[in-house]
C-alpha cells in the first residue's frame, strides 16, 4: 500500500520515516519529495509497505501525531492527477 504523508518537518529525512512506520510493519520504501530550485523538502512524502493490514495500522496511528513539532496527515495515497501542462494558446 502507497501511503501520503504531509506537514512533514523540513529536518525531517526518509530514514526518519522508515524507522517512523517500520514500528508496524515491513518497508518497501519511503521518499520525501524534494523542490527542484532549492533543492529542500517540500514537507510531504510517500511509504510503500507490502501489508495492507500493517499499513493501515500504521496510518491511524501515525494520523495527527507530532513528530518534530509538527502534526502529521497520513492516508492511504492517491494516484497522481493528470494536470494541463505547457503553454495556453491565446486568441487575440
Known sequence: ??????????????????QMFSAYGSVNSAKIVIDKFTNKSRGFGFIEMPDDNAAQEAISKLNNKDIQGRTLSVSVARPREERPGGFRSRSL
Open 1 to 18: 500500500m502507497n501511503i501520503y504523508v504531509s506537514n512533514l518537518s523540513f529536518h525531517t529525512t526518509e530514514e526518519d520515516l522508515v
